[in-house]
Every structure is written in C-alpha cells, then in structure tokens.
C-alpha cells in the first residue's frame, strides 16, 4: 500500500471517474442555472458544486498524503450528493411525473399490475428476506471495488469505480427524463393488504422512506442496473463471488417489484442501461484515459 500511495501522489492526472464526475457536475450546473428561481436552495447547490469541483481539482493537481485515499473513494460521497440533489432537480425541472403511463405500460403487457398481483404470494417471512435483499443494495454494488482495493489491483479498481459511478449517474438522468416516485405511491388505494415482515422489516422500510420518499427515482431502475453492473464485474475477483452476485441479482430485481417500488417496465430499462454501460464502457474507459 506505501508503494501504491507513492505512484498515485504524484499522478496529476484526471482520471476516467474524475471526468464522468465533473461533467455530470458541469451537466447540473447548466440545469441550475436554466431554472435558478424555481429550484430551491439554488445559491446552496451550487455553492456545493464549486466546492466539489475545487476540492477534487485541488487533491488532483496538488498531491498530499491523502490524495490516494480520497481520489479511490471520493465517488461514493459525490454519487450520494448527486442522487439527493434530484430530489430538487426533477420536481422543479419536470412537473407531474409518468407513473400514470408506467403503470399503463405493465398493465397493458402483464394484464393485471405487477405489485397487485403479486400479494397472492404474500408471506411475512419472504417479506422479510427480500426487504434485507433490498436495503444491502449500496454496501452490495460497493463490495466489488473494496476487494478490488483491498487486493492492490490498482487498474481493475480504477476501471471498476469508473463504471459504477457512470452507472449512478446515467440512471439520475434517467430520473430526470421520466420522473417517476413508483407504484408503492400510485397505486396504493388498489392494494388489499399491507406489506409485513417479522422482525426488521419496518425499521428498513422506515428508513428507506425517509431517503426515497421524495425521490423521482424509478425510471431506470438502479437497484437492477447497479446490481447488474456489480455482478458483472464479481467475475473478476472470482467465479463464486460471482455465483452469489447471480443468486443476489435475481433476488434483488424481483424484490423491486415484490415490495412495491419499482414498476417491471422500470426493471427493463435497467437492465437495459446496464448491458449498454458493458458493452460501451470499455471503449469509453479507453478513450478517456488515452486524453488524460
């Protein structure tokens, strides 16, 4: 790790997940500018945004001791800012939202809703499993770069931090172009009986609510493309890290529906983005590191 900690001081570099970062940030600069007197708290956001961008700026092109530690992990706080961010964006950007035609989309391909239908398999107990399924979502994407880190393999932690924020940050677009809040909100009054787990289930639920509630973040769905995105990338710390992503990723994509978040349509588009990110983001990756 010393040895790591020399090499990367003095690299000045823009890494390939620096550039994504700043011009997503330059990206919602222009959006805050666009709509300045509808978005609450404009002057704080991007106060925020100068901040962020000097501070990176400042840890890339002035080397000290924790530049390495803070340019490995700095994505994780900035893709967090970002996503509560959208909670102000989307609503004083785009007004109404497109549950209406999601919910249309899964009723006119499933002939009955999805989340509706489902409650004739209730049980507390796979309540229970697929709501901890759900709430491992981030500490689950993020396992993949730690033991990446943890094991020194600079390169391929590089690479994997790249896709991951790019894919955080590809779905908050999406957030942006169909603001949805999901079925659990929409199509409330047609439920029959109430989801109910056995120990911890309202405790997560509370708590997700609380991040969740007032976030137009359902199209795509991120839990099934970041999932996705993870499961990919477990192939390269090992095959049966990769055949407990598999069995994760299966859980966690019929958890979304199961518990009333997501919309299947929504699942699609995820999956979707995320076989587009695979396909696409090693030309991407290499393109951006060649103009560093």
Known sequence: MAELLKVSAADRRFWAVDKV????LVFTSVLLVGWWSAIPNAAALAAAHLGGVALLLIEIKVPNPTSWYFRCWYPLPYVGACYKEMALLVPAIRHGNADRWLAA???RFWGAYPTIWLERIYSPALTEYLQIVYTLFVP??????????????????????????????????????VPALGPRFLLKPLEHLPLRGLWLFQNMQHSLNRLESTAYDCFPSGHTELTILAC???RIVSNRLFWVYFCYTLSIIFATVYLRYHYTVDLLAGAALAVTLILASPFCYRILRERA
């Open 140 to 177: 689950a994407v993020l396992l993949v770069p730690f033991l990446l880190w943890r094991k020194r393999r600079r390169g391929e932690f590089q690479y994997c931090a790249f896709l991951i924020a790019l894919g955080y940050l590809a779905s908050y677009v999406g957030y942006l172009l």
């Open 232 to 234: 990919w990338m477990s």
């Open 105 to 107: 989309v899964d009723f």
């Open 21 to 24: 970062i700043l011009g997503y």
